[in-house]
């Protein structure tokens, strides 16, 4: 009997529930409201060919289209474009565009819009990333009002990864033909918001496109606040001033989310650091010191003390998500092995060196560097941490081999357009040594450069796939850096916020379907 | 006194070439290029180079900064070469804005800086002495910083009362102010009771006193009046201070000031913005100082300028 009566009061409580507006409110998409976003950073630029941040990216996201499109997990979909082919040779692609589509100063978008963006990037105005494109397209032609054909001038397997890529935002000609490069303070695009206001160092403002193709975003406004320093921010989303920030200190996520008065959102991202070797200074120039170190250094460890567990272990430099990514063996944690190896190579006491560091650049850099030296102490490498400001450091970095003073140092890379090819090719293929290219440890193996070249003429995705695997494991047998980890970014929101993109490609943004609860 | 003025603020243009060229050198002293920091990580040679080129940083260092100085002398500053942003529109956003700032904690500085140093120094070894002193010592040793992070978290994020950081109303102030503030107003009521009690000491006060004058009138129209010549220094130095260096507290709160945009443009390596910001700092130093310089003769009589 009583077992009954509690039965019923409990089924009574749960019909009550059912009922209570709040509860309701939070499966059910509202309109309205204005999104407050804390930003690490100011935009760097808010013309999408121009700009080399995450914030300038995010905002791109915001405001423009492009002919395809990343999801949540980087995977390519239809946008501007609705359809596409590509000739037998792999040297042509074909796109059908979106009928009806206005930027927000009205004009229209078509074919003969789409050929004037690409235009831009392969003419002589050479916007910051033309070399996205530049290097790839031959020639863009109209072919009716809403077909435009690619010509290249080689096949490029990752084409569709370029088209999405932040750079690639279609915006309006004529907001161009008007400001030049101007336009970043003058955006024009296609995308669910349009811009308002840009006050340097203080906000920028964004309003919702009625005009938008898929329809009406849900938020009405958008004001993104720089907010630079890491705790201010975290303050500000518990003080509720803030409905989303980006980038909170993994020590702070613990305290977080045991309060559970914000909601934390951590995502693979598909940034991966690693310690990189001078190969040209001894003794870095030995196979079996760089094993040694890679075998020196506990990874999870790192993971788990340092990162509070928002992160991943990497074989090499490509991160988890990426198209092509080898989830392949790496480096275990093993310094027995690793003094070993030192004793063969004739440093069985070790050796001496200099391990630099950015500080603030990465998440945890200086922490994670701090981390490593510790790691090589105990197998009897003296490493003297150096740290620098990043301007200087990416100058210092950045010197030709014969100039090149570094012999370790810990260095980050993302690969923008989410695949393993622009994950590696930058860093680690020959022709890419600084000052030319962002190869800094000056390593080279021919074989891993012909694996990469084979995986861009590639029509096959197998094929394709099978040469990136190739290269990743050349990387890992050569032990070209201390592979380390990729790391999380761990945005924060108010509980009253929904739908929001956090993608690995370190982009946290609104799109049309974000809302927030009245 | 007229002729004075002019004089100092004639002074101001070998001070702000002596500004501009100080950092100007520094700035092209430490590594760093601001092409290259523009371009990023993934930028190739060619990229930087073209940067390079369209602002005229491949040029000799002399051409720089001839045409910078040249082009300020015109009233024309360039553009930020990281954003693009007329340099003028920035300083002007951003010296109403530290403008803001500094009256705001100058206000509270010199209010609780002044009352407390006054009654101090009037009631010299009693509690309310010891206590404010040992406030004022507390308001000296406490990093700005820290102090920020717990004002946020009292008023904002406990209590709701005022907002965490940014820019709007007036109530965005007052934070900042207290933060940016309390450092000084230690500073000021030490000085004040300082030299009040040095002034105390002096003959005329004694014959004030046996005149038969109120406690009051001696202390206000006498002694306060007189003690004022050093306290207005510090509160010179201390309002040049808040108007160039209040960069922490711009950055805890996250408030758009001439500090914050100096820095992010040594970050940057902006030189443009570097070069302009510093002569906005190097100016409304200048201008305090001579403002204090004024003050004096109004608070002391005597004092003049030929």
Known sequence: ????????????????????????????????????????????????????????EAFGHMMNNYLVKFDAKVKIHPDLATSWTQSKDGLTWTFKLRKGVKFHDGTPFNAEAVKYNFDRFLGPEKPLKSGLHDVIIKS?????????????????????????????????????????????????????????EWIRGDHVTLVRNDDYYEGKARLEKIIVKTVREDSARVLGLEAGD????????????????????????????????????NMTKKPFDDLRVRQALNYAVDKESIVKNIYQGLGAVVPDV????????????????????????????????????????????????????????????????????????????????????????????????????????????????????????????????????QMIAKSVAATNMKERDGFLQKAQEILVQDAASIYLLATKETVGMSLKLHDIINSPLELVYADKDTWKEK | ?????????????????????????????????????????????????RIRAEYGLDKPLVVQFGHFVWNAARGDFGISIQSRHPIKELLFQRLTFTLQLSLASILVASTIGLLAGMISSTRQYSVFDTASMLGALFGISMPIFWLGILLILVFAVKLHWLPSGGTGSLRYLVLPAIALGSASAAVIARMTRASMLEVARQDYIRTARATGYAERVVIFRHALKNAMIPVLTVFGLEFGYMLGGAVLTETVFSLPGIGRLLVEGIFMRDYPVVQGAMMVVGTTFVLVNLLTDVAYAFFDPRIRYD
């Not at chain 1, 907001?175 to 030049?180: I, L, M």
């Not at chain 2, 070998?14 to 371009?39: C, E, K, N, T």
């Open chain 1, 318 to 449: 490509v991160g988890p998500l990426n198209i092509g990514y080898a989830p392949i063996k790496g480096y275990g944690y093993d310094p027995a092995k690793a003094k070993k190896l030192l004793a063969d190579a004739g440093f069985p006491n070790g050796f001496k060196t200099t391990l630099w560091t950015p500080k603030g650049r990465y998440l945890k850099d200086f922490e994670l560097s701090q981390a490593v030296q510790q790691q090589l102490a105990a197998v009897g490498v003296d490493a003297k941490l150096e740290t620098f400001e990043w301007g200087a450091y990416m100058a210092l970095t950045r010197k030709p081999r014969d100039e090149a003073k570094q012999e370790m140092y810990l260095i980050g890379w993302a690969p923008s357009t989410g695949e393993a090819r622009w994950g590696i090719y930058p860093i680690m293929s020959c022709d890419q040594w600084a000052p030319t290219g962002s190869n800094s440890g000056f390593y080279c193996n021919k074989e891993m450069d």
């Open chain 2, 1 to 49: 006194m007229i002729a004075y003025i002019l004089r100092r603020l004639l002074m101001l243009v070998p001070v702000l070439f002596g500004v501009v060229l100080v950092s100007f050198s520094l700035l092209h002293l430490v590594p760093g290029d601001p092409a290259q920091i523009m371009a990023g990580e993934v930028a190739t040679a060619q990229d930087i180079a």
């Open chain 1, 140 to 196: 863009v032609d109209v072919v009716d009002e809403y077909t435009v054909r690619f010509n290249l001038k080689a096949p490029f397997a990752f084409f569709l990864n370029n088209l999405a890529h932040s750079a690639t935002g279609i915006v309006s000609p004529a907001a161009h033909k008007k400001w030049g490069k101007d336009l970043t303070l003058h955006p024009v695009g296609t995308g669910p918001f349009k811009f308002v």
């Open chain 1, 1 to 56: 009997m009583r077992r009954t009566w509690w039965a019923l009061v409990l089924a009574l409580m749960v019909g009550a529930m059912a009922f209570v507006p709040g509860a309701r409110a939070a499966t059910q998409p509202v309109s309205g409201g204005t999104l407050v976003y804390g930003a690490g950073a100011d935009p760097d630029s808010l013309d999408p060919a121009n700009t080399d941040s995450n914030t300038g």
């Open chain 1, 242 to 277: 803030y409905d989303l920030i980006v980038r909170i200190p993994p020590e702070e996520v613990p305290r977080l989310m045991r309060e559970g008065k914000v909601r934390i959102d951590a995502e693979q991202s598909n940034r991966t650091l690693r310690i990189g070797f």
